[in-house]
Every structure is written in C-alpha cells, then in structure tokens.
C-alpha cells in the first residue's frame, strides 16, 4: 500500500456499494479520462492486526491479478486514517447482483 498516491486526480462521485469496512464510490479518473469504483476503507474499522494483514494480502493478490472476468485493481494507497482501493468500474455490477437480478442462470452463463 503506497503513501505516494493521492485522491487528487480523481473527481468523486456517489456511492455505489458499501461493505463491512467502508464504502464504494463511482469516481472519475482525470488522467486516464475513465470511470472508476474507488473502495474507501477507514482502517479503524479493523478490529484486529490478522484483519489488516488479511486486506494487504488481499490488496496485493488482486494487484497480480489480470484476467477479463476479474475486476482490475489500478492503484492503492493509503491516506489520513483510510485506504483507498482504485478499481475498474463494471457499470452493470457485481457478480452477486447479476445472480439475485436472473434468479437462475444458465450452463452456458455459468
């Protein structure tokens, strides 16, 4: 997690997710000129040092990741108390969502 980053060259915008440690906003990327999900994870959220190691691992994991069906992790950093996570915007949502929207899907969606 980089102490370099900043939010400045994103413009935030609402909320589109929340989860156990924060939030998720849709934000703007100035300089690559793109839609973005921002996660915002306040860190005294986390109760314990096993939760903090856990989100690093996970940061770094899908930092490596690189697949079309995985959601792309840019950049995270850490700034004033929260981390901060810039991700590809998937504009019709997450998997959960597609699932409980069709009910049943087929083998070939699958």
């Known amino acids: 997690i ?3 980053m900043s939010l400045e060259n994103y413009r935030i915008g609402r909320t ?7 939030i998720v ?3 703007y990327d100035e300089i690559n000129k793109q839609k973005v999900a921002i996660k915002v994870m306040k860190t005294s959220k986390f109760r314990t040092q096993k939760e903090v ?3 690093k691992i996970e ?11 995985i959601v ?3 950049e995270v950093f850490e700034e004033k108390g929260r981390i901060f996570i810039v991700m590809e915007y998937c ?3 997450d998997l959960f969502d597609y699932i409980k929207q069709k009910k ?3 083998e070939s969606e699958c």
């Open 16 to 22: 589109i997710g929340r989860g156990t440690f924060g």
């Open 53 to 55: 190691r856990r989100v």
């Open 72 to 74: 792309r992790t840019h």
């Open 104 to 106: 049943k899907l087929s």
């Open 25 to 27: 906003k849709l934000a």
């Open 2 to 4: 980089s102490n370099n």
């Open 59 to 69: 940061v770094k994991i899908s930092k490596m990741m690189n697949h079309p069906n």
């Open 91 to 93: 504009s019709k949502g």
